[in-house]
């Protein structure tokens, strides 16, 4: 099947962040074809994309999508209140049949904005029924989603080489193919010992696996160098509080890094680290990380990450000072650079697979559209996003998504929040 996206107001971001107006997208096999002015139908579906902006899906490099049924129970919480309250309270009362509502819903969350691609940090495989009822969850999805398993607990006795060889087995027996697919998360050095990171990393690059973790502080990124295990598969997760030293030794291995600026900014994790990352030419992404606290959105967390860093940079001289247009690339290319994923997603490169978004400038908060980066990345929302494409399939249209099962993901999600939320309290 193909399509054709006719006359939108096309945004790339490859090499760099361009406007092309009245601009087609070809789709065909769930790749992209073609890009131009008056593109061949030649049979296509024609979408047209008339007052449309037209742009590569959002690619969300840090969430953590079984607390989509923890919607905001932590809006006030600092980190230490979220690690008790999630962590502590709400994970242990999770069935598998939780999970995979939770995880069905918040991947579907994500298209419904526009993000194509989710970066799942997976830790709530308290047992092998809930990380199977996981992936489940995500395949049913529809999205992009890369699925990074973490051992059911941060010390070094919940490690459990046999099980997370057999969910990679029995999942992904073919390795990195199809929407879904593999990745490490590990708690340590910083979570766990350094020498429950070396067994980690020695697993995760035997079976080919992509590495993230959470680390801030000054400490993580030295542990890592002096064990030998910096290296371009591994993505640092927040990074607040990195000397420059760290964010050396981070752009010298070709790590990479994702910010979640909103939840950092709340929680009280520090300064969000955008400017400082980029300016040592670390490939950064943006990421939501918990719906418990902010919203799942990449709209909010572009302008939460570009107020964040400009404030950094004009009151302490800290870091570059980005514009609209690096914090789109941060949701879009770069991201999916930080993922290991930049010749597949990303851009609107021909021979990419097609995941795409159409935002409606014809609403009152986006026309006119004077400058269309600018406009996505400080005044566009959810409710501009008219059309999602994933791998050349249409998954929203005309603004409402288009799946038979909606009523009940949306039931089971309700189901799940409401018989988990005494456990909060």
């Known amino acids: 099947m193909s399509l054709l996206i006719r006359n939108g107001i096309v945004i790339d971001t490859e090499p760099d962040v361009r406007v092309h107006r009245g601009t087609d997208v070809l789709i065909t096999g769930g790749a992209i074809a073609a890009v131009g002015p008056d593109l061949p139908a030649d049979g296509a579906e024609v979408i047209d994309a008339t007052g449309q902006i037209v742009l590569p899906g959002f690619v969300d490099t840090h969430r953590h999508v079984w607390q989509s049924v923890l919607r905001s129970v932590s809006a006030d919480a600092t980190l230490g209140d979220y690690l008790a309250i999630v962590l502590g309270r709400l994970a242990p009362a999770f069935r598998p049949e939780d999970v995979y509502a939770a995880n069905l819903w918040g991947a579907i969350e994500a298209l419904n904005a ?4 989710v970066y799942d940090w997976s830790h709530i495989q308290l047992t092998p029924a ?13 999205a992009r989603v890369v699925f990074a398993y973490a ?3 941060t010390d070094d006795a919940s490690r459990d080489e046999t099980e997370a060889r057999r969910v990679f087995a029995r999942h992904f027996p ?11 998360a590990a708690w340590g050095p910083v979570y766990g010992s350094v020498e429950a990171a070396v067994a980690d990393w020695r697993l995760a690059r035997e079976l080919g696996l992509r590495i993230s973790l959470h680390a801030t502080g000054e400490e993580p990124v030295e542990r890592l160098h002096a064990a030998g295990l910096l290296g371009p598969d591994v993505m640092f997760v927040h990074a607040n509080g990195f000397t420059d030293r760290s964010m050396k030794l981070v752009a010298d ?3 990479t890094a994702s910010i979640a600026p909103a939840v950092e900014s709340q929680m009280g994790h520090g300064s969000p680290e955008t400017g400082r990352l980029r300016g040592f030419g670390i490939p950064t ?6 719906v418990a606290a902010v919203p799942g959105d990449m709209f909010g967390v572009m ?14 001289g800290v870091g570059t000072r980005p514009t609209a247009a690096d914090i789109l690339r941060m949701a879009t290319i770069e991201g999916a650079t930080a993922l290991g994923m930049a010749d597949r997603i990303g851009s609107l490169r021909p021979g990419k697979r097609a995941d795409l978004v159409m935002l409606d400038t014809n609403l009152p908060n986006l026309a006119p559209a004077h400058d269309p980066v600018g406009a996505v990345v400080t005044a566009a929302d959810v409710s501009d996003v008219d059309t999602v494409i994933v791998g050349g399939e249409v998954v929203k249209r005309d603004g409402r998504l288009v799946r038979a099962d909606l009523p009940r993901a949306l039931d089971l999600a309700r189901r799940s929040g409401e018989r988990l939320l005494p456990a909060a309290v």
């Open 114 to 117: 526009g993000i194509t691609t």
């Open 130 to 142: 809930h990380t199977d009822a996981a992936v489940e969850g995500l395949r049913d999805s529809g």
């Open 151 to 153: 051992h059911p607990g």
């Open 174 to 184: 073919s390795g990195d193919s199809g929407l879904v697919t593999p990745a490490f």
């Open 253 to 255: 291995s070709g790590g």
């Open 285 to 290: 992404g943006l990421g939501v990380d918990t």
């Open 303 to 316: 302008r939460a990450a570009l107020a964040a860093a400009r404030l950094r940079h004009f009151e302490d």
